[in-house]
């Protein structure tokens, strides 16, 4: 199934659009995890994994972080950069950056772009390029199964995969523990909210 190109394009045909939604639910006032994972990383220096247009890691550099954002979409990544951020455009499964490189790493609904048997290939690149006693946080939309989902507002379609708890720490727990895990209802969709802290070497 070819679920990377489409995904791609609905992003970039959509990029203003989808920005100006992502954007309405960066409510910081109700969002606890973000000061949650400034006070769980052991240092600065931060990988925005997935980064959308920005507004996550537009907050973490004004609290003072060093953000690195990557994202698939060149549109998604124009709209970063317009924001003063340092993003590029990186496929999520073939990161390249050098080992050790972060404290932390915040996925908020990126890897859920990703197909169920390749998330173990992603989460060891994560678990190579993050720090000893490092931290991800992963959001993902909670559900079973995966496939291409039409999007509400264009012609276009992006593919989801869908997540159980117990089914997603199977994969990441080799690499990252689990420390705190919520779930979130948004109008209906809820989101499946962990922090993990990377295992030693």
């Given amino acids: ?49 997935g980064c959308g247009a920005g507004d996550h890691a537009a907050y973490f550099q004004s609290q003072g972080l060093e953000v690195t954002c990557v994202d698939l979409s060149d549109e998604m990544v124009r709209l970063c950069r317009e924001k003063g951020l340092d993003a590029r455009v990186m496929d999520i499964e073939n990161l390249t950056f050098d080992d050790g490189s972060f404290d932390g790493v915040w996925a908020v609904t990126s890897l859920l772009h990703i197909p169920k048997q390749r998330l173990p290939a992603v989460i060891s690149q ?24 039409p999007d509400k507002f264009a012609n276009t379609e992006r593919f989801f995969s869908f997540w159980k708890e117990k089914e997603l720490n199977g994969i990441i727990a080799p690499y990252f523990s689990p420390i705190e895990t919520c779930h979130v209802d948004v109008k209906g969709t809820v989101f499946l909210q962990t922090f993990y802290r990377r295992n030693s070497l």
């Avoid at 190579?128 to 496939?147: A, F, H, N, Q, S």
Wanted: overall charge negative; proline content about 4%.
């Fill in 1 to 49: 199934m070819d679920y990377k190109q489409p995904t791609m394009d609905s992003y970039n045909q959509n990029a203003e659009l989808l920005a100006a939604k992502f954007g309405r639910l960066t409510d910081l006032s109700r969002r606890t995890e973000f000061p949650r994972f400034m006070e769980l990383i052991p240092g600065k220096r931060v990988l925005d994994l």
């Fill in 126 to 149: 994560l678990y190579g390029i993050t720090k000893d006693d490092g931290m991800l946080y992963v959001c993902v939309k909670e559900g079973d199964g995966e496939r291409m989902v």
